[in-house]
T-cell receptor
Framework: ETGVTQSPTHLIKTRGQQVTLRCSSQSGHNTVSWYQQALGQGPQFIFQ???????GRGNFPPRFSGLQFPNYSSELNVNALELDDSALYLC??????????????FGPGTRLTVL | AQSVTQPDIHITVSEGASLELRCNYS??????LFWYVQSPGQGLQLLLK??????LVQGIKGFEAEFKRSQSSFNLRKPSVHWSDAAEYFCAVAITSGTYKYIFGTGTRLKVLA
């Protein structure tokens, strides 16, 4: 059974650019959530996808968007990058039980730096 | 608005001492409750969760947590701390009425003295 993987590990972008982060789901998991963790803070929920549909969203602007593919892998896209978008981006997958609140398995994260 | 509060930013305990990390939430009903641990260079790992039933839940690594509805609290405890427990601990709630939302606290950093 493979765990949750994320790519790339690190990324440096400049303000105004666009970025795509990727997440491969753990085997058997059909639900993926994305989080932003700024330095010294707790993870902030961006959104969740369940079977390719957005299932919930936190307080993030529309320039944060996502996709989930038929194999349940996922992408997080951020447009018009701002300096405050610099953070660790985590994805977490689960098997969709308990209304999406089942145990989540987290990936190691992608560290995004916006200059 | 829903929120999770971890009032202690840093806690230092001696190895072998007992530990209690506090967590309070603000929500009109009982959410699903979680504790996670994040070690440097490691991903977030689930320690334990409460959905319903017995208000004292047991987790991995010897941790337990008690849900107190009257205090809107879900405090994490361990009777005897090991040096390897040094890490950042996050309390979280999942709200599943309507659309799904997951809220983390700001974390408590635990330091263990040898």
């Amino acid at each position: 059974e493979t765990g949750v993987t994320q790519s790339p590990t690190h990324l440096i972008k400049t303000r105004g650019q666009q970025v795509t982060l990727r997440c491969s789901s753990q085997s058997g998991h059909n639900t993926v959530s994305w989080y932003q963790q700024a330095l010294g803070q707790g993870p902030q929920f961006i959104f969740q996808y369940y079977r390719e549909e957005e299932n919930g969203r936190g307080n993030f602007p529309p320039r944060f968007s996502g996709l989930q593919f038929p194999n349940y892998s996922s992408e997080l896209n951020v447009n018009a990058l701002e300096l405050d978008d610099s953070a660790l981006y985590l994805c977490a997958t689960s098997d969709g039980t308990s209304g999406g609140a089942g145990e989540q398995f987290f990936g190691p994260g992608t560290r995004l730096t916006v200059l | 608005a829903q929120s999770v509060t971890q009032p202690d930013i840093h806690i230092t305990v001696s190895e072998g001492a007992s530990l209690e990390l506090r967590c309070n939430y603000s929500y009109g009903a009982t959410p699903y409750l979680f504790w996670y641990v994040q070690s440097p260079g490691q991903g977030l790992q689930l320690l334990l969760k409460y959905f319903s039933g017995d208000t004292l839940v047991q987790g991995i690594k010897g941790f337990e947590a008690e849900f107190k509805r009257s205090q809107s609290s879900f405090n994490l405890r361990k009777p005897s701390v090991h040096w390897s427990d040094a890490a950042e601990y996050f309390c979280a709630v999942a709200i599943t009425s309507g659309t799904y939302k997951y809220i983390f606290g700001t974390g408590t950093r635990l330091k263990v003295l040898a």
